[in-house]
């Protein structure tokens, strides 16, 4: 008999907010197991990896009672949630004092210290999925399913860029196979930690926010698997976030290309580097509900619509502009590079590039986390320039939102940029810089951040029917 189809179903942290969601979880996986086989992703219980990041924080301050505090309140989350879904389902779950106790030496270390370096942040990052899923294993296993709660540091191996680390698949795919090729043989659902990973040397790390998402679709790509499908809040991805749009509606089709663009500029239910195994593979991912899993969900894949018109419209926040101006730039070859070359250097990335077709101007849009050091840099690179009065010098404007219109369909219909800008211009938002990427499936813009909301929902207005 031909083994049947694999499926990789990842549980984001809000279906896996407490017991009841948890057991409901397990049911989805359960009934999702009875037609194919099988592998689980869990991402930390909602909010618990934003509590042992602030843990982090506290801790590198030298407030380490705050810190116990916050191992405390994550130690009864999870007790409360094992003790929920032990009264759901009679299936018990110890998680022992093991982890709690390498979590607190991990903060009183950071404090003794108060010095938090990437490796220890991932490390303390990690225990959110590392206690979320022996307890969707244990709710799995009481459907009367076999499950196997599996820690993806014994196969996922990543570089070290601790915080946004880059899965290494010539070393992870074999292992993923072997190991996780040997459950599902075996009729065992495995129940993976999504997010964290490992150096080669067995360093924690993690794949950056959301990055669970990111675990399912290499786990996909790894297996062969027909589909990933992503559980979340939402009934999938809708025509912008409905957190700022409640009017945005859903989107049952999108393209590989779309779904770049829009996560890439800022559309949260999705992790950007997750589209890179799927796209590879060509494996859909399908993004659901675990609220309404009846509803139809998006389907990303190679096939988008082909219908003509801006799909989608996104906005990411936390950023500030770089501009370098002056006349004296003008024909002057090489600016462009020497800014790309610094911003390089520096690993910082750079959201939005524009230069005026003047030349007297080129704006950078980045993380204002990283403003200081690379308005520094680029002081430094261009102070030649700046002597001898061919540039006024480096200003810095922040805070700053980028908005995006997204869609196949914006390619070569005529008037989109029109369109788009005069839907913002009608809302009263000044535009600060402007950029088309070649691909014509993207027209972005950097706003000020208290225009936002207001260019986001004017743009919306724009979006195809
Ligand atoms: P999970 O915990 O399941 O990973 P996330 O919070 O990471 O969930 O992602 C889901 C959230 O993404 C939604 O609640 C929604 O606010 C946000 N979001 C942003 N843009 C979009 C969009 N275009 N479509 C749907 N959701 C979006
Ligand atoms: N738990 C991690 C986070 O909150 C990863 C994820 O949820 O995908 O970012
Ligand atoms: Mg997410």
């Given at each position: ?29 359960a ?25 982090a ?54 404090a ?9 942040t991932?490390?303390?990052?990690s225990?959110g999925?590392?206690?979320s899923?022996p307890l969707?294993?244990?709710?799995l ?45 075996e009729?065992v ?15 924690t ?18 297996l ?14 809708m ?10 509606r859903?989107?049952p ?8 663009e ?28 675990s609220f309404?899993?009846?509803?139809p969900?998006?389907?990303i ?20 502009l ?21 911003t390089?250097r520096?690993?910082?990335s750079?959201?939005?590039?524009s ?18 050091r ?12 700046k ?5 006024d ?5 922040s ?33 600060e ?14 706003v ?6 207001a ?6 207005e724009?979006?195809?029917?």
């Amino acid at each position: 008999m031909s083994e049947r189809p694999l499926s990789v179903h990842k549980l984001g942290g809000t279906s896996l907010g407490d017991a009841e969601r948890i057991v409901r979880a397990a049911r989805l996986l359960a009934g999702a197991s009875r037609r194919r086989r099988v592998v689980a992703v869990a991402s930390a219980m909602g909010g618990a990896t934003d509590l042992l990041l602030r843990a982090a924080h506290e801790a590198e301050r030298g407030r380490l009672r705050p810190a116990l505090r916050s191992v405390a309140e994550l130690r009864s989350r999870h007790e409360a949630a094992a003790a929920g879904i032990a009264a759901a389902t009679g299936a018990s779950v110890d998680f022992g004092l093991a982890p709690f106790v390498e979590l607190e030496t991990a903060l009183s270390g950071i404090a003794l210290l108060r010095e938090r370096t990437p490796r220890v942040t991932d490390l303390v990052a990690s225990f959110g999925e590392r206690l979320s899923v022996p307890l969707l294993a244990a709710a799995l296993e009481a459907t009367g399913v076999p499950a196997r709660a599996v820690d993806a540091r014994t196969f996922l191996v990543t570089d070290a860029a601790h915080g946004a680390a880059t899965c290494d698949r010539r070393r992870t795919d074999p292992k993923a196979r072997r190991l996780l090729g040997r459950l599902l043989a075996e009729g065992v659902v495995p129940v993976v930690t999504g997010f964290v990973g490992r150096t080669p040397s067995g360093e924690t790390t993690t794949l950056g926010r959301s990055g669970s998402d990111t675990t399912a679709a290499l786990l996909g790509a790894a297996l062969g698997a027909r589909e990933v499908v992503i559980w979340t809040d939402v009934d999938g991805v809708m025509t912008a976030d409905p957190r700022i749009v409640p009017w945005a509606r859903l989107l049952p089709r999108l393209s590989y290309r779309e779904a770049a663009e829009m996560t890439y500029f800022g559309a949260k239910v999705l992790h950007f580097p997750a589209v890179l195994p799927a796209v590879a593979a060509r494996i859909p991912l399908v993004i659901r509900s675990s609220f309404a899993p009846d509803g139809p969900g998006t389907t990303i894949s190679e096939k988008g619509d082909p219908r003509p018109g801006i799909r989608a419209v996104t906005a990411v926040s936390g950023l500030c502009l770089l501009s370098l101006d002056g006349k004296g730039m003008t024909g002057v070859p090489g600016i462009a590079a020497r800014v790309f070359q610094t911003t390089a250097r520096l690993g910082v990335s750079v959201v939005m590039f524009s230069q005026a077709s003047s030349e007297q101007n080129i704006a950078i849009v980045l993380p204002e986390a990283d403003r200081a050091r690379t308005a520094a840099a680029l002081v430094q690179e261009f102070r030649y320039e700046k002597l001898v009065g061919a540039i006024d010098g480096v200003a810095a404007k922040s805070p700053i939102a980028v908005v995006a219109a997204v869609g196949d369909g914006m390619r070569g219909t005529v008037g989109i940029a029109a369109k788009v800008f005069a839907a913002v211009a009608r809302a009263g938002v000044n535009v600060e810089s402007i950029a088309q990427g070649s691909s014509e499936c993207n027209i972005s813009f950097a706003v000020d951040e208290k225009d936002r909301l207001a260019a986001v929902r004017a743009l919306h207005e724009a979006v195809a029917s």
